[in-house]
């Protein structure tokens, strides 16, 4: 698949930014989107790509920004649905928390298939790739709402995939572990912050293995091989699995309790 006209959203830092430069250094066009308007005009200032920046979370925002890469590339090949936010929390999380989440992990997706389908099922078709996470394929212990919602856009992601696969249309979804990004970096601890930053990657050597996995087609993108055994493992051992991260959460509140 050659990406020649590209978008990517919440591509002001971290992995957004890392796909802008990589599919930027391979020869493409790139709309660069990000909430920071500053942050998206510095990384389209650094690949000579557009900014155009916007809310990955308003069907407004996201419609504008599919109209400017029609109006400014003549179309898009590959949308990078990248944006996401981590709310921690449990049962007892605010609901103003659960509704930002499921807003930006789940209805920015919805909003782009809603701008990028009807253009492309008349067309040529193209190339939506979510960035989910691990945690949608396994759990993330410590944050209830952004597990309970990636889980929801894989199923988003699933749905697309086997709905419009016939029709040109290629979904994937991209479910990295740990990543050494803000997300990852910032304040707050929980059970899985620990584990997931002994094994975590950096954002390039994760546009990286996107920049390889969009010249095929597999639904699942995983940067970090052992989340297939893990994922498999959820699967055909599920009271097992449980069990496991049972104990790591154990493990977590005894040793903040002491």
């Known amino acids: 698949m050659s990406a020649r006209r590209v978008v990517v959203t919440g591509a002001g830092g971290g992995i957004g930014a890392a796909l802008a430069r990589r599919f930027a250094a391979d020869g493409a066009r790139v709309i660069v989107n990000d909430l920071d308007a500053a942050a998206a005009q510095a990384v389209a200032a650094e690949i000579g790509g557009l900014a155009v920046p916007g809310d990955a979370a308003s069907e407004a925002d996201v419609q504008r920004l599919v109209d400017a890469a029609w109006d400014e590339l003549g179309g898009c090949d590959l949308f990078c649905a990248n944006a996401g936010i981590l709310t ?32 492309w099922l008349d067309g040529d078709g193209g190339r939506l790739l979510f960035t989910v996470s691990a945690a949608g394929l396994l759990t993330l212990l410590g944050s209830a709402p952004y597990s309970v919602t990636k889980h929801a856009a894989l199923g988003y992601a699933e749905w697309l995939r086997a709905t419009y696969a016939h029709r040109g249309i290629t979904v994937q979804a991209l479910c990295p572990q740990g990543v050494n990004t803000a997300m990852l970096t910032g304040d707050g601890e929980s059970a899985s912050k620990d584990l997931l930053a002994a094994g975590a990657l950096e954002p390039d050597e994760v546009a990286a293995v996107v920049a390889e996995a969009v010249q095929g087609d597999s639904f699942l993108i995983l940067p970090h091989a052992e989340v297939a055994e893990y994922y498999q493992r959820r699967a055909t051992e599920t009271d097992r699995w449980l069990g496991g991260m049972n104990k790591v959460q154990r493990s977590f509140d005894s040793a903040t309790a002491s």
């Open 88 to 119: 921690s929390g449990s049962f007892d999380a605010p609901d103003a928390d659960w509704e930002k989440a499921w807003q930006v992990n789940v209805m920015s997706h919805v909003y782009v298939s809603r701008a990028l389908l009807p253009r």
